[in-house]
């Protein structure tokens, strides 16, 4: 029997996402070729783009990758060729595209000014949220807003 190369990998999925990076699983090709895998090839393309670029390679026994060098708030599709010593299989693509951006119930909150937030006195009781820094320059009383802005954070992260 001649060698061939691999069919190509199964199932390629996204498992995880962030806005910097995500993670994409496959299976085994069907036929190895008759050869064994040295490696596996992953690209990556921005949905509103028609080309591929490599975005990573693994050696022949790694099903998964980390994509990194995204950009937050866009969509990527993957693909995934396998590699023997004879060739390179067909590529395996995704069949929608997946967006870059904090998992799902995740948020982040960046304030930049507290003050523009925050009453120049607080309630001790928040103190655990507040930024050690800032401590010192506030005092037991806290802004309308800035109670709304906690209960917000509150509902979100449960």
């Known amino acids: 029997m001649t060698a ?9 999925r996204v498992v995880e996402t962030s806005k910097e990076f995500m993670v994409v699983t ?3 090709p069907e036929s190895d ?11 990556k393309r921005d949905a509103t783009r028609t080309a591929y670029v490599q975005a990573e390679e693994v050696d022949g026994k790694t ?3 980390k994509v990194t060098k995204l950009t ?4 990527y599709f993957f693909q995934v060729a396998a590699e023997n010593e004879i060739g390179l299989s067909d590529w395996t693509e995704t069949t929608e595209p997946a967006e870059a951006k904090m998992p799902f119930g995740m948020k982040i909150f960046k304030i930049f000014n507290v003050h523009n937030f ?6 001790p009781s928040i103190y655990p949220f507040i930024h050690p820094s800032i401590r010192p320059s506030i005092h037991p009383f806290i802004h309308p807003w800035t109670m709304y802005l906690f209960n917000f954070i509150n509902k979100m992260s449960v």
């Open 4 to 12: 061939d190369k691999p069919s190509p990998p199964r199932n390629l």
């Open 63 to 65: 099903l998964k990758a």
């Open 26 to 28: 496959w299976e085994v």
């Open 118 to 123: 925050i009453h120049p006195s607080i309630h």
């Open 33 to 43: 070729g008759g050869s064994a895998i040295t490696k596996y090839k992953v690209e």
């Open 72 to 75: 937050e708030g866009n969509k």
